[in-house]
Every structure is written in structure tokens, then in C-alpha cells.
T-cell receptor, first 113, second 115 residues
Framework: GDSVTQMEGPVTLSEEAFLTINCTYTATGYPSLFWYVQYPGEGLQLLLKATKADDKGSNKGFEATYRKETTSFHLEKGSVQVSDSAVYFC????????????FGTGTRLKVLA | DAGVIQSPRHEVTEMGQEVTLRCKPISGHDYLFWYRQTMMRGLELLIYFNNNVPIDDSGMPEDRFSAKMPNASFSTLKIQPSEPRDSAVYFC?????????????FGPGTRLTVL
């Protein structure tokens, strides 16, 4: 069945370092792909999304490109800040079935000043 | 819009007690989701509603859990009797549709501790 696999954390970086959080998926058809972010003590919120192959989602300096050939949607940011410390979830929406959202297990990012 | 509202934010109770969690979705959203988040199991979907009707409750762990949505602006998740293993953060989310390109909007969560 459809699934999302993302790298285990925690990921610890120094401020201004480059960030990559890997996400790969398995799906039939053409799912939409999402990154959600969860700040401490809060619910998840959408960070960015891409709805078809080769689309690039971007927001707040974060980017991710929908790569169908490698079934990946890796999250990147060129220069992280302490305020980016959070848990990041990769997700997809299936093309069949009634409930369509599948979330990854989350990757915790800690940015040190 | 105020976003998804959940209450209470924190709940501490003793084993065997009844617990009721509440959620108000974003106005106009037709879908409402209840999730549970734990360190061990991550984010789990418990149940979701479409136009106040439960569509899929296969994620509800056992009969001690029940959820209702009496109208478009209110839903409850009830645990009776509660057990220590129910300790988790419970999130409510709403969306315009059940998938496709639609964003899910999450509430701030209710942190439940069962002693």
C-alpha cells in the first residue's frame, strides 16, 4: 500500500547550516506531496506542498521538489535559524480510498545558536 | 478565522475516569479528523467525519473510545474508562475535502495524562 518514509532524527545543525531532510514515498497513481511542521506545543501546520511531478513547493526559505523518477520529496533550506527547530512531517494524499492522508513519522530538527 | 479550537489544552485524570475532549473545526470545512500522537507510535488517525457523519473509525483503538459530531461546529472524543496507555496528545484537524490538494488545519492539541 501507499506509504511515506522519512529520515530518522534528531537532526542537529548549527545556525546558518544547510538542511536536508529526506522523504521517499510509495504510491499508486499520482499523489500530492506535503511537508508539515510542528513547533513545540503546537499542532501541525502546512509548510509547503506540490501536486504534480517536477513541481517545487516553497515557503519561508524551505523548498522541496516532487521527483517522480526517484519517488522523493526532500526538504531543503539553505541557511537554518534557531527558530526552525521543530518536527517536520512528510505526507502524501492517496489517489484511492476514502481517507487519503498518510503522514511520515516525523523528523526532529534542532538548530543551535 | 480563529482556526481549529480544542479544549481543554491539558487534562490530567486518574485511571478509570471518563475523559471528554472537544473540538470546533474551521467554519465551512466539511471534514473533521481526530488524531493521537505519541512518541512510540507517532501520529495516528483515529476517526474522521464528513458532513458530521463518521466515515472511517478503524483507527479507534478499542470500544473505550467513541467520537461524535452532533453538528458542523462541534465534535467530541470520549474515553471511558481511561487507562494510563491512553496518555498522549490528541489533535483535531479539519479540511475542505478529504484529500487531493487540500490542506489539513490542526488544532493546538489536548495533552492527556492518565495516572
Amino acid at each position: 500500500g501507499d506509504s511515506v518514509t522519512q529520515m530518522e532524527g534528531p537532526v542537529t545543525l548549527s545556525e546558518e547550516a544547510f538542511l536536508t531532510i529526506n522523504c521517499t514515498y510509495t504510491a499508486t497513481g499520482y499523489p500530492s506531496l506535503f511537508w508539515y511542521v510542528q513547533y513545540p506545543g503546537e499542532g501541525l501546520q502546512l509548510l509547503l506542498k506540490a501536486t504534480k511531478a517536477d513541481d517545487k513547493g516553497s515557503n519561508k526559505g524551505f523548498e522541496a521538489t516532487y521527483r517522480k523518477e526517484t519517488t522523493s520529496f526532500h526538504l531543503e533550506k539553505g541557511s537554518v535559524q534557531v527558530s526552525d527547530s521543530a518536527v517536520y512531517f512528510c505526507a502524501l494524499t492517496r489517489t484511492s480510498g476514502t481517507y487519503k492522508y498518510i503522514f511520515g513519522t516525523g523528523t526532529r530538527l534542532k538548530v543551535l545558536a | 478565522d480563529a482556526g481549529v479550537i480544542q479544549s481543554p489544552r491539558h487534562e490530567v485524570t486518574e485511571m478509570g475516569q471518563e475523559v471528554t475532549l472537544r473540538c470546533k473545526p474551521i467554519s465551512g470545512h466539511d471534514y473533521l479528523f481526530w488524531y493521537r500522537q505519541t512518541m512510540m507510535r507517532g501520529l495516528e488517525l483515529l476517526i474522521y467525519f464528513n458532513n458530521n457523519v463518521p466515515i472511517d473509525d478503524s483507527g479507534m483503538p478499542e470500544d473505550r473510545f467513541s467520537a461524535k459530531m452532533p453538528n458542523a461546529s462541534f465534535s467530541t472524543l470520549k474515553i471511558q474508562p481511561s487507562e494510563p496507555r491512553d496518555s498522549a496528545v490528541y489533535f483535531c484537524a479539519s479540511s475542505l475535502t478529504s484529500g487531493g490538494t487540500d490542506t489539513q488545519y490542526f488544532g493546538p492539541g489536548t495533552r492527556l495524562t492518565v495516572l
